[in-house]
């Protein structure tokens, strides 16, 4: 998978630039494609997942597409930023819902102990 990925972000940056890419640009590359398909894993529901992973590949491999490099990475940052505020939304949500079930879980065993405790006195 790494080298897949090394030999996408290479390729992408030889086709934006004939070649003319320096290395730390190449290096923003391919960090920003890794943060890109790392925000994707996080997708729980594996058609949404495989849906972003196409688009992502598909965008860093769109040399035809307008803007500079620097145009490009800005929008893949600001896209990252807003999956990265979802997928926390999400997160929160889920540990609010996890807390709601263990707060049920002891409400229900403590209702059952005092049952318990009922039933023996009788």
Do not use: W
């Amino acid at each position: 998978t790494t080298s897949l990925l090394l030999a996408a972000s290479t390729l992408l940056c030889e086709m934006i630039s004939g070649g003319h890419i320096n290395i730390a640009t190449r290096k923003i590359i391919r960090g920003t494609y890794r943060r890109c398909l790392k925000c994707a894993k996080r997708i729980p529901d594996l058609g949404h997942r495989q849906t972003y992973e196409v688009y992502i590949k598909d965008g860093f491999r769109d040399a035809g597409r307008a803007g500079s490099i620097q145009d490009r990475l800005r929008d893949a940052e600001e896209q990252l930023e807003r999956m990265d505020y979802f997928h926390s939304i999400r997160e929160e949500k889920e540990r609010g819902y996890d807390r709601q079930r263990q707060e049920l879980s002891s409400l229900a065993d403590s209702i059952d102990v005092q049952q318990r405790q009922a039933h023996r006195e009788e």
